[in-house]
């Protein structure tokens, strides 16, 4: 089952802006991930944020965490046509050790 | 070193066959995932498997569903008398350990079901 929703579903923005998803989740976590996703195929690991952490930055990422409200962030800052994919956050609840629980996800067009 | 790998990249096969699908973890990787991806259902966890304890299996759909992990590193994925909804891409994943959190995906297998 999915841990919660991704918002937006659909994002296009022109290169150089910035480029902001949401995530929310329902229950109690270890830790809220980030992954990119290319073409329907493999999934790269973007970044991780513990529960006791409230954000997290790794080049041009920036992933927020608010445990109160069960939201996470991810901004990407001065966006590039290499960074076009769809985006998945996912979670680790704290009441298991392995299995990630994934969002929707949110498609990213960044046009040149 | 090399990533995890999986075969075959894309399988078609009729409805009520078998199909086995394979993973390769990175080496050293001791904890082992299989996730299904679908447009209705998004990204879902299958199975995972930590050393030698007994896996965890909470996520398989069916009884059609099996996997195996033999020796601690390659698994496959079994899929007994496919149905057209299994049309998929099945995604493996390998971690140092089972809370290492980061898990680093296979490039997957696409499967069709005719």
């Known amino acids: 089952s999915q841990q919660g929703e991704e918002d937006p579903q659909a994002l296009s923005i022109q290169e150089g802006e910035n480029a902001t998803m949401n995530c929310s989740y329902k229950?109690?976590?270890?830790?809220l991930q980030w992954y990119r996703q290319n073409s329907g195929r493999g999934l790269v690991h973007l970044i991780l944020?513990?529960?006791?952490?409230r954000e997290k930055h790794s080049g041009r990422l920036r992933v927020t965490l608010d445990t109160s409200k069960k939201s996470s962030s991810l901004l990407i800052t001065a966006s590039r046509a290499a960074d076009t994919a769809s985006y998945f956050c996912?979670?680790?609840?704290?009441?298991?050790?392995?299995?990630?629980?994934f969002g929707q996800g949110t498609t990213l067009q960044v046009k040149p | 070193g090399a990533g995890v790998s999986q075969s075959p990249s894309n399988k078609v096969t009729e409805k009520g066959k078998d199909v086995e699908l394979r993973c390769d973890p990175i080496?050293?990787?001791?904890?082992l995932y299989w996730y299904r991806q679908s447009l209705g259902q998004g990204l879902e966890f299958l199975i995972y498997?930590?050393?030698?304890?007994?896996?965890?299996k909470s996520g398989l759909p069916s009884d059609r569903f099996s996997a195996e992990r033999t020796g601690g590193s390659v698994s496959t994925l079994t899929i007994q008398r496919t149905q057209q909804e299994d049309s998929a891409v099945y995604l493996c994943?390998?971690?140092?350990?089972?809370?290492?959190?980061?898990?680093?995906f296979g490039p997957g297998t696409r499967l069709l079901v005719l």
């Open positions: 996912a979670t680790i609840e704290s009441s298991n050790t392995g299995k990630l629980i």
């Open positions: 498997f930590q050393g030698n304890s007994a896996p965890d």
């Open positions: 944020i513990r529960s006791n952490e």
């Open positions: 080496s050293g990787h001791t904890a």
């Open positions: 994943a390998s971690s140092l350990s089972l809370h290492k959190e980061t898990q680093y």
């Open positions: 229950t109690s976590i270890n830790n």
